[in-house]
């Protein structure tokens, strides 16, 4: 079956011969069930005038001319309709959404094909064959891989794997929601870099507010504050409200400091006192990196009694890997690791099977500093502690090693603390 660029200009005549125009582009619709869309018409144009001829008129597709099956006074009227596709104008040349690779990528054509009598979009080339099938350099290409016994590249990406990046009357992007909310926060981040300012602000905002602080934490904190440049500030709050405090802390250090101070106003006052202490720090110290949500338990519990507190608490943590231990007065005390506590007797106190001596950081300690002794002990976390040994929060070994470790090879880590 043909490609659309195969198409476009070709001759249009009916069944007497007569020359009705050239072929400009063809109009498809989404039936049903279907993931791809059925063609439904074909946009002709001669001259200055243009029509548009139902795709049952047309008698074969691909050909030097294309043939109708009537005569020019007898073709059936097509007028389109708001849901339909024009292949050529909304599709060819454009950025679309890969949602199984999760990029973004620019279509060079379009494939045809027939199945059941029906004509559909199957796939998307967005390879270099589909340029070169454009300027007429395809054969010569298929040739030379033939001449060196190799098979030519196709990068083609199957219609129901992509979205449209579309736009409304308002020059709004039509944002494909429910497919974004099932990718993993990373992959839509990586789709909201690879597109423009405006577009990735607007695919954000189009998210529900926790789906948009997952994917915020994804990207760095200038390109975070650029995104949501536009919202409003309510908008805003009810996101950084969702981010781990640690993260909202950095958006908000990236924003003007009237703006900031805004957003911390419109905030729940308990998200915004941790954002606002771990603000107090500056950015390169343990307290400028730390998060203020851990979980922690006091020693005289039993072993189930702490997992009970944890099966209520927990989720607000951002690792549970490590539990600390703290007395009345939030001095730490311990810690233990989550296997520990699965494999203690029910009846053990927390006292009994706690680490006593725990490695610990101090608010001010530069970055690096916290680097070293995360590595040195090869820690998942570590607590920040005052000049008292209160627990002020911990910081996690991504965040520790952020200086070390490029941003884009440390967010590929697993995030087996998590």
Do not use: C
């Not at 706690?354 to 070293?372: C, F, G």
């Not at 000049?387 to 440390?410: C, F, Q, S």
């Amino acid at each position: 079956m043909p490609f659309l660029s195969e198409l476009i200009g070709t001759p249009v005549s009916d069944i007497d011969g007569k020359v009705v125009g050239k072929l400009q582009d063809v109009v498809a619709r989404f039936h049903g069930e279907l993931a791809h869309p059925v063609i439904e018409a074909i946009e002709v144009r001669q001259q200055r005038t243009k029509r548009f001829i139902a795709f049952s008129d047309v008698a074969l597709l691909l050909s030097a001319a294309i043939p109708l099956s009537r005569k020019v006074d007898d073709l059936k009227p097509y007028t389109p309709v708001e849901q339909d596709i024009f292949l050529a104008h909304d599709v060819l040349d454009k950025q679309i959404i890969d949602t199984d690779g999760a990029r973004v990528v620019r279509v060079n054509d379009l494939e045809l094909v027939r199945v059941n009598g029906t004509t559909l979009v199957s796939n998307v080339d967005v390879g270099s064959t589909g340029i070169l099938r454009r300027i007429g350099l395809a054969r010569a290409e298929q040739q030379v891989f033939s001449w060196l016994k190799i098979k030519a590249p196709q990068n083609y990406i199957s219609w129901d794997d992509i979205e449209l990046l579309r736009q409304d009357q308002s020059m709004r992007l039509r944002v494909p929601v429910k497919k974004l909310s099932e990718l993993h926060p990373a992959d839509v981040a990586e789709i909201v870099i690879d597109l423009n300012r405006l577009q990735g602000g607007q695919l954000l905002e189009a998210m529900d507010v926790e789906h948009m602080a997952d994917t915020l934490e994804e990207v760095e904190p200038d390109l975070q504050a650029s995104l949501v440049e536009g919202m409003t500030d309510e908008k805003v709050a009810d996101v950084l409200e969702e981010m781990e405090p640690d993260e909202a802390a950095d958006l908000l250090a990236e924003l003007p400091k009237e703006r900031s101070q805004d957003l911390l106003a419109l905030m729940e006052k308990a998200e915004a006192d941790d954002v606002r202490m771990l603000l107090a720090y500056p950015v390169d110290t343990a307290g400028g990196i730390m998060t203020t949500e851990y979980a922690s338990v006091h020693p005289q519990l039993t072993a189930a009694q702490a997992i009970e507190v944890l099966r209520e608490t927990g989720a607000e943590a951002e690792t549970i890997f490590y539990v600390y231990v703290t007395d009345s007065e939030e001095h730490l005390v311990g810690v233990f690791s989550l296997s520990s506590l699965v494999f203690a007797k029910p009846r053990a106190l927390v006292s009994d099977f706690m680490i006593k001596r725990v490695i610990t950081v101090h608010p001010l300690d530069d970055q690096d500093e916290v680097a070293q002794v995360v590595s040195k002990y090869d820690l998942l976390a570590v607590p920040v502690v005052d000049d008292e040994n209160h627990i002020l929060g911990m910081v996690t070994a991504d965040d520790a090693l952020d200086k070390i470790i490029p941003t884009a090879w440390k967010k590929r880590l697993p995030r087996f603390f998590r």
